[in-house]
């Protein structure tokens, strides 16, 4: 089965510029959660979906951060304007309830976005 | 304070030692309790659960203290393969709100 696919998997940017991340979490699931992963921070929580409705975003660091999804298989995390600051790993992951699911209600993390923002 | 708190590490072991890793959390009220493990420059995957009662899944043995907010992880005659980044996991309330330890990093040598 194909797990949670994350594009594209390393990005090269300038400062300033506008940056998208996709993603497409495990069909069947209903929550997903963008991540970010720094050396100096660890891992964080940005925002999560429940049933494609955006339920916390308290970890967005700010307003140059946005996430939005769609439908049930789709997600993009947006930075505009990208900063050097912003250069991570970003993790997007979903979980979800029912039979069948591995364990219940656990995260299952797609490969990163590597990002570096020069 | 940290919500989660972790062993620093990093831990060198020869293989087949025994390792422990130690995990603290702040909030009383958590309810859910995960090891997650993260190779270099992969994403985390889930590594077992924690139940209060403890569990086991192979060498690998998880156990919780809700009293003193401490979580364990044990790994028995440690392989090379276990060579990775340990994440304590605590969850408040639905396993939608999971904050992570920094890791601890683990190199098993030959």
């Known amino acids: 089965d194909a797990g949670v696919i994350q594009s594209p998997r390393h990005e090269v940017t300038e400062m300033g510029q506008e940056v998208t991340l996709r993603c497409k979490p495990i069909s069947g699931h209903n929550s997903l959660f963008w991540y970010r992963q720094t050396m100096m921070r660890g891992l964080e929580l940005l925002i999560y979906f429940n049933n494609n409705v955006p339920i916390d975003d308290s970890g967005m660091p700010e307003d140059r951060f946005s996430a939005k999804m769609p439908n049930a298989s789709f997600s993009t995390l947006k930075i505009q304007p990208s900063e050097p600051r912003d250069s991570a790993v970003y993790f997007c992951?979903?979980?979800?309830?029912?039979?069948?699911?591995?364990?219940?209600?656990?995260?299952?993390f797609g490969p990163g976005t590597r990002l570096t923002v020069l | 304070r940290k919500e989660v708190e972790q062993d620093p590490g990093p831990f060198n072991v020869p293989e087949g030692a025994t390792v422990a890793f130690n995990c603290t959390y702040s909030?009383?009220?958590?309810?859910?309790f995960f090891w997650y493990r993260q190779d270099c420059r992969k994403e985390p995957k889930l590594l077992m659960s924690v139940y209060s009662s403890g569990n086991e899944d192979g060498r690998f043995t998880a156990q919780l203290n809700r009293a003193s907010q401490y979580i364990s992880l044990l790994i028995r005659d440690s392989k090379l393969s276990d060579s990775a980044t340990y994440l304590c996991v605590v969850s408040l309330y639905n396993n939608n709100d999971m904050r992570f330890g920094a890791g601890t990093r683990l190199t098993v040598k030959p």
């Open positions: 909030n009383s009220a958590s309810q859910s």
């Open positions: 992951a979903s979980s979800g309830i029912g039979p069948g699911l591995a364990v219940y209600g656990t995260q299952y």
